[in-house]
């Protein structure tokens, strides 16, 4: 009863609803979704051993980091959503990169104030300071049941042995072949004779593998003090970047209350600053709320959900920012009320407009996972080093490929970074502070039951989540939000992207009449990785985005 009562003192809209939410649930199976075979298999066998969903969750964050060296590594960071049966606890475990304390708001600008080409994309000095080995000792102290030698055995295995590459693979290391090249302990281990591998070429990581060990015997001081620490300063500074010993040693994993919000007799849960993906997800779904929605025509309802999209995003634009450094009233901004305001001059037979224009860029850097065991637990995690492969930069001796997320800070108010998001002051560079993030694990709990989901794909996470949540309304089935033909706004380029399949042609006709700039894709929108638990008989179905190479099991 205890975990009832923990459940519902969240804000209430309908006691009999909550109460159908808030129950225990049992299981009857156990599922992992991710985005690489050999991350979903061991995370199964992890489940199979006696571990939990937060022992598989530490497998399957770092086998993804020594195969998917493009989209997650463990020079980056992520958020781990968490929700615990037994006393229905949920958390988001916040491992975000830090600015280093060195930091500052001008350290991309040239002497004229004008953003210095690709200083924050590209080597060690756009790295920010990595949380996903921190993240992982946190899961293992404070969630799991296994020690971390067992959990991070199968991708110390991997690191070792070594997996193949695939055609993604080299269409992400050809895009940032050059970043690569500068680096000579990068281009040792992501590149063939300094050139793209072929097809088949046996990626081998031992220096990784040496760091995970470390990490595996002694914890937290095993990556950010000591031999491995030490290493990763002077491969750093040697090379331009500005990472301290304090740096290291003093990185923090932060627990925070997830987003929560309702949209249509569903409960959902999602990432909190300094992830933006709650907050702007829940003004969306706060704008659609307002409007009979379900009896609009397609079109129209497609028009109002970019119309949301579009004040949502310049609402993250104006206001986010990491909440430890900016003062914000939450409250107020996940409101109905704040909602209705943004509402006001929205015309569902015309487009508004959004001022500027500026250029945005694909984003698949990224990875997610979705995973249940057979007693409820879970977890949804999105991991990232920002552009493909990072920074493009290894420490010598360390196998850390880095980050390069300092780009998610403003370098400038109003100045686009690589997705085309723009920001203010709120985001600004601050030494310590946590950049802005679109990552969005979310759950969804409904009286019929309860998903898990999230994806990578840049500025257009949360815009693929939400989309998946309206899927909800038609199917149960995760395999038809994962496969969802997807659209997107951002506020600023004025311009709805789309994927092939996700607008028709008369829809296409019609949205341009209304005023809508449409511009179709060729490459797809993210990679999703999804989960439903049917409440009413414990079975658990899920899916792994088709776009992508990842799978998912059932067990």
Same mark, same amino acid.
């Given at each position: 009863?205890?975990?009832? $009562? ?19 649930? #049992?299981?009857? #199976? ?57 006393? *229905?606890?949920?958390?988001?475990? %916040?491992?975000?990169?830090?600015? !280093? ?15 210095? &080409? ?8 756009? &790295? ?21 030698? #067992?959990?991070?055995?199968? &991708?110390?295995?991997? &690191? ?38 072929? /097809?088949?070429?046996?990626?081998? *990581? ?31 500074? %040697?090379?331009?970047?500005?990472? /301290? ?11 925070? !209350? ?45 028009? @109002? ?19 430890? $450094? ?39 850097? /990224?990875? =997610? ?12 995690? /999105? ?25 998610? $800070? ?7 970074? +690589?997705?085309?998001? +723009? ?12 950049? @802005?993030?679109?990552?969005? !694990? ?13 994806? !990578? ?18 199917? @149960? ?10 659209? =997107? ?5 004025? #311009? ?24 179709? +894709?060729?490459?797809? $929108? ?30």
């Amino acid at each position: 009863m205890s975990a009832v $009562f923990n459940c519902l003192k969240a804000p209430l809209w309908s006691l009999f609803f909550a109460l159908l939410i808030c129950l225990p649930v #049992q299981a009857n #199976q156990s599922a992992i979704a991710s985005a690489h075979p050999l991350a979903t298999s061991a995370g199964i066998k992890v489940l199979e051993q006696g571990g939990n969903a937060f022992d598989a969750a530490i497998t399957v964050s770092a086998v993804l980091g020594v195969v998917e060296p493009y989209s997650s590594a463990f020079g980056g960071g992520g958020f781990w959503l968490l929700h615990r049966e037994s006393d *229905q606890k949920q958390v988001m475990i %916040d491992g975000r990169e830090k600015a !280093p304390l060195a930091a500052h708001k001008d350290m991309y600008l040239d002497a004229s104030g004008n953003v210095i &080409a690709n200083a924050s994309i590209n080597g060690p000095l756009s &790295a920010g300071i990595p949380g996903t080995p921190a993240a992982l000792v946190h899961l293992a102290e404070n969630y799991a049941l296994l020690p971390l030698q #067992q959990t991070l055995a199968p &991708a110390i295995v991997l &690191a070792e042995q070594g997996f193949e590459v695939g055609e993604f693979y080299q269409k992400m290391a050809g895009w940032r072949l050059q970043a690569l090249r500068d680096s000579f302990s990068a281009s040792e281990i992501f590149l063939q004779d300094d050139d793209v591998p072929e /097809t088949g070429y046996r990626v081998r *990581q031992p220096d990784l593998a040496k760091t995970l060990r470390h990490l595996a015997e002694k914890g937290f001081d095993g990556f950010y003090r000591g031999e491995v620490a030490e290493r990763l300063l002077k491969g750093v500074r %040697d090379n331009g970047g500005i990472w /301290t010993e304090k740096d290291l040693s003093g990185y923090q994993v932060i627990e925070r !209350p997830p987003v929560v919000f309702n949209y249509n007799n569903k409960k959902i849960i999602s990432a909190a600053l300094p992830s933006s993906g709650g907050v702007v997800m829940a003004q969306i779904f706060n704008i659609l709320s307002a409007y009979d929605f379900k009896n609009l025509s397609q079109v129209k309802q497609k028009h @109002l959900v970019i119309e949301a999209m579009r004040r949502a995003y310049q609402q993250r634009a104006k206001y986010l920012g990491d909440s430890d $450094f900016v003062t914000l009233n939450l409250e107020k901004l996940t409101s109905k009320f704040h909602a209705g305001r943004l509402a006001e001059d929205i015309d569902l037979n015309r487009a508004s407009l959004s001022k500027g224009l500026v250029s945005a860029a694909e984003g698949r850097d /990224t990875t =997610h996972f979705s995973i249940i065991d057979n007693e409820g637990n879970r977890v949804a995690a /999105t991991l990232s080093i920002n552009y493909p492969f990072g920074s493009g930069f290894v420490p010598e001796g360390t196998g850390v490929l880095l980050n390069d997320e300092m780009d998610d $800070f403003s370098a400038s108010p109003g100045v686009p970074n +690589v997705y085309g998001l +723009v920001g203010s002051q709120a985001n600004a560079i601050e030494p310590g502070k946590r950049m @802005l993030s679109s990552m969005s !694990p979310t759950f969804v709990e409904s009286d019929k039951g309860i998903a898990i989901l999230g994806t !990578p794909g840049g500025s257009r996470i949360i815009t693929m989540v939400t989309q998946a949540i309206l899927a909800m309304e038609d199917s @149960l089935d995760p395999k038809q939000w994962v496969d969802l033909p997807r659209f =997107h706004h951002q506020y600023l380029p004025d #311009q709805v992207e789309y994927e092939s399949g996700a607008l028709t042609a008369e829809e296409i006709k019609q949205l341009t009449a209304m005023g809508h700039q449409l511009q179709q +894709v060729d490459n797809p $929108f993210g990679n999703m990785q999804a989960i439903y638990l049917d409440k009413k008989t414990g079975k658990v179905s899920a899916a792994s985005d088709s776009r992508g190479i990842g799978a998912a099991q059932v067990k």
